[in-house]
């Protein structure tokens, strides 16, 4: 082995691209944990200055997430049976009892039946537009293609109201169809856009090959394209995912009950019982599981996913 | 098996002509050649026969029947692509009995067909490897499996050497080929190499910008070009073309260049104005005594032959000569035409005049 090497890196140049990436992951893991920690800290820890990095941790702000709750008079306490399970424990620790459940489940569920319905429409839609673009002669081909990325061309948010009234108008309103078809609409264009991306790198020989053995051009699409373009529907499904997940702006404006999905959600809250961080802190935590497990999954995709095509084969 | 007929197949793609109004005939248990530059339309042609383009205009007959508008699936033929196209997400056994699955053969049969024609070509000990760390030679053995197992009614080859290194391609050529006489299946194989046009082929087409120049066995196409294209085209080094312009009749049998009688075949048909006077490298000899001059300007040992670059009068030849033979650059000789050889061509059109050497090929080409 020589000491001198152009392509692999020197030690010196290892250890700054090293304290680089540790410095980066800091600054964009810092607000996970503050998150994180909020989530298992009493109120009072929740808001003391200096912060206080080590505390003792508690489930309040579970509890909390999941319970309305009345505050008591001690009298009225002292007349109630023990607690019976551990989480009347907590509750009655401030002078208060369980008046029933928080509607966060709920929500929480919304936000899963939306979100990956969404995608998963966005991702079926736009897999079945990207072959066609990519494999036959559409007619207006290019201006169909640039029409689909022109709704891109604006923030969303642009035109809130419009749809407002379309949704109003149409019976769409705070209902889970309506926001699946919203965020499908936005994400669609990604979809046809980034997997025609990968389609156009599958050769066509390989359906081609199983046209002439026999199989039906649908056949030649799900048994021969589809599995060699599982890169990047996967990696299209996390971007679609990730977006109709933390979309907040729509959410707001169309949904108020029924439908409503977590993240206008959480920030309600705050107002129930004071201002009740560490439930804040552990429905935003919850939250972000879903679509961290999703991405871990999917990982492997991913990472293909962004560089596709960046090397020639 | 089966013989195929393509009858004024055209192809059109928007305002490009891909294959101009081809038509011959395929027999039974042939091996054909399409050879061509690139972009002459070989390719397009080999396409419309198998299925995967729809002719603009024009017939195919598979075995008496009219496809031209059938899909691939439903004309039973077997395709060899040159990336070879076996499906990377499925293992050796798996690409090759793709075929049968979709006939919905019962798998002991499908079994038991991938067994037999793995032995055929040498590759049982690799059907369980997945195809992507498959060597070249190998994965043209799976994707000629996949061709064979399913005793197609012809099989089509796009270049299937075209992605070989020149070692392995050499010994596919001749695989190819002995598996061809065993099976003795119509094939139909797309190349733009003469060379292996001419090893393989019982019979060649030749076509250029879309347009058939000749059709015929590989020697009449060799010995009697039909044009100055299929002269250049074929063969290594290509044609000598002496040009000169004057006048010969039909039944004339030579002609005068720089004050020396060159012969050729007798012509049966007249022509007056520029032509063409071709003659293969192999068929000019280095003589003292002959007249027409030429200086050497260089000489390729070949082994058994060399290759001497000459400068006449009437410009650049080359010779193929025994490699015995001294020659020094700058050295002046006579060359010696072998005349029954010869091809007169229309310098403007390119075609071969007829003479006694080509008149039964040019009738049907």
New interface residues.
């Given amino acids: 082995m020589s000491s001198y090497s152009i392509t692999e890196p020197s030690a010196r140049q290892k250890w700054v691209a090293g304290s680089l990436v540790i410095a980066y992951a800091v600054i964009t893991l810092l607000p996970l944990v503050w998150i994180l920690t909020t989530g298992f800290k009493s109120p009072n820890d929740a808001i003391a200055y200096p912060p206080k990095v080590v505390f003792e941790p508690s489930l309040e702000g579970y509890v909390n997430l999941f319970t309305t709750r009345t505050r008591v008079t001690p009298e009225q306490l002292e007349a109630l049976p023990p607690p019976a399970t551990w989480y009347e424990e907590i509750v009655r620790d401030r002078d208060m009892v369980i008046a029933g459940p928080s509607r966060y489940g709920e929500r929480f569920l919304n936000s899963v039946i939306i979100g990956f319905g969404s995608t998963f429409l966005s991702v079926f839609l736009g897999t079945l537009a990207a072959y066609a673009f990519s494999r036959f002669k559409v007619p207006l081909k290019d201006d169909l293609l640039f029409f689909i990325l022109s709704t891109r061309m604006m923030p969303p948010i642009a035109v809130a109201i419009p749809i407002f009234l379309m949704f109003r108008t149409l019976g769409l309103s705070d209902t889970h169809l309506g926001m699946i078809l919203l965020y499908t609409a936005v994400n669609i264009s990604l979809a046809v856009w980034l997997l025609k991306g990968f389609i156009d790198e599958i050769?066509r020989?390989?359906e081609?090959?199983?046209?002439?053995?026999?199989?039906?051009r649908f056949?030649a699409f799900y048994k021969?394209v589809l599995?060699?373009a599982a890169t990047g529907i996967a990696s299209t499904a996390i971007f679609c995912l990730i977006f109709s997940w933390n979309e907040y702006a729509f959410a707001v404006l169309l949904t108020s009950g029924t439908a409503q999905t977590a993240p206008p959600f959480i920030p309600t809250i705050i107002g129930v019982g004071g201002q009740d961080w560490p439930a804040v802190a552990a429905g935003a935590t919850l939250f972000l599981v879903p679509v961290m497990v999703f991405t871990v999954l999917l990982r492997k995709h991913l990472l293909r996913g962004i560089t596709f095509g960046a090397v020639r084969k | 098996m089966a013989e195929i007929v393509i009858r004024n197949l055209r192809k059109e793609f928007g305002d490009f002509t891909a294959v101009q109004s081809s038509s011959f005939k395929i027999e039974d248990g042939e091996f054909f050649m399409l050879l061509g530059p690139s972009g002459c339309g070989k390719t397009t042609t080999l396409r419309m026969i198998a299925g995967l383009e729809l002719p603009t205009s024009g017939e195919i007959y598979i075995d008496g029947e009219e496809v031209g508008q059938k899909p691939a699936s439903k004309r039973d033929i077997a395709f060899v692509f040159q990336m070879f196209a076996l499906y990377p997400h499925m293992n050796v056994r798996k690409n090759i009995s793709y075929p049968l699955i979709s006939q919905g053969m019962p798998k002991s049969q499908v079994k038991e067909k991938v067994g037999e024609v793995s032995r055929i070509l040498g590759i049982e000990d690799i059907l369980d490897r997945p195809v992507g760390g498959l060597s070249g030679g190998d994965r043209q053995r799976v994707a000629l499996g996949r061709a064979i197992v399913r005793d197609p009614k012809a099989f089509m080859m796009d270049e299937p050497l075209g992605a070989l290194d020149a070692e392995f391609r050499e010994r596919m050529a001749e695989e190819l080929r002995a598996l061809h006489d065993r099976m003795n299946a119509t094939t139909v194989y797309v190349t733009h190499d003469q060379l292996e046009a001419m090893q393989m082929g019982d019979k060649i087409v030749v076509m250029n910008h879309g347009v058939i120049e000749q059709f015929g066995t590989p020697q009449d196409i060799y010995d009697k070009p039909a044009s100055m294209f299929v002269a250049d085209f074929i063969g290594s080094p290509s044609m000598n073309f002496l040009r000169f312009h004057g006048e010969v009749h039909a039944g004339s049998s030579s002609v005068q260049m720089h004050h020396e009688d060159l012969a050729f075949p007798m012509l049966q048909e007249p022509f007056e104005g520029d032509m063409v006077f071709g003659i293969r490298p192999e068929h000019i000899s280095l003589t003292d005594n002959a007249g027409f001059r030429s200086e050497v300007l260089a000489a390729e040992y070949l082994g058994t032959t060399q290759i001497v670059t000459l400068r006449s009068a009437s410009g650049e030849l080359k010779a193929r000569i025994p490699s015995d033979k001294k020659v020094r650059a700058g050295e002046h000789v006579g060359l010696d035409f072998n005349g029954s050889t010869v091809t007169l061509f229309d310098n403007q059109s390119g075609r071969a005049l007829r003479s006694s050497l080509n008149e039964g090929v040019l009738a049907h080409g």
Avoid: H, K, R
């Fill in positions: 050769p020989e390989y081609e090959a199983a046209l002439i053995d026999g199989y039906t056949q021969v599995p060699q």
